[in-house]
């Protein structure tokens, strides 16, 4: 296995623990494209991005629906799955050739016994996570396609460069042909 670096901003690990659960986590390298998950398996799998960019979508009637991007020093788990070790009601792909922490469930359980500041690091990332995701919501539902592109284009640009269109419209909830006119109307102005 290879050595991650762990971030503990908060103290609940010594330097030493931190040492020791990071050559216990394997770094993996998937190429673009990669389906880390599908719909219907069970997350055995989280993943802590170091380089690249993890796509988390549904498909609903035919076509692909995005609802996270995860780029890197972000965890991407399909937490419900991961946690009830039950079915996934999403996929996970790589957008971008990437390289990730790899964390199975019971290598999690395992380092938790071993290292109980691991279970208050785990659970400060994933209040973190929550967080972000709720305000992701928020403004998918309280704002207009255009607005959601402009609150992207505020408070994530990389995505802008680093995602395809498609994947971006679905994310913003329009068809490609809208994002190109949402760009368009904001670039005359």
């Known amino acids: 296995m290879e050595h991650t670096e762990l971030s503990d901003g ?9 040492e020791a659960i990071g050559r216990r986590i394997p770094v993996k390298e998937y190429a673009k494209g990669t389906v880390l998950l599908r ?6 799998e989280s993943y802590f991005v170091l380089k690249g960019c993890v796509r988390c979508y549904y498909i609903i009637d035919g076509e692909e629906r995005t609802t996270a991007f995860y780029t890197e020093n972000e965890s991407a788990a399909a937490l419900s799955s991961y946690a009830r070790q039950s079915p996934s009601t ?6 971008e050739d990437c390289t990730l922490s790899v964390l199975t469930h019971e290598n999690e359980q395992a380092l938790i016994k ?3 500041g691991f279970a208050a690091l785990c659970r400060s990332s994933m209040e973190v996570g929550f967080g972000r995701s709720q305000d992701e919501l ?9 607005e959601r592109y402009q609150h992207l284009q505020d408070t994530r640009p990389e995505l802008l460069q680093r995602i395809p269109q498609y994947h971006l ?3 913003l909830g329009v068809k490609p042909e809208s994002l190109s006119r949402i760009r368009k109307r904001l670039a005359n102005r």
Do not use: W
Not at 10 to 18: A, H, I, P, Q, V
Not at 39 to 44: F, L
Not at 138 to 146: D, G, H, K, L
């Open 169 to 171: 419209a679905t994310y």
């Open 39 to 44: 719909e219907g398996e069970v997350a055995r």
């Open 138 to 146: 928020a403004v998918y539902i309280t704002r207009s396609p255009e």
């Open 90 to 95: 999403h996929f996970m792909q790589c957008v």
């Open 10 to 18: 908060d103290g609940f690990l010594t330097e030493e623990d931190k």
């Open 114 to 116: 071993e290292f109980p």
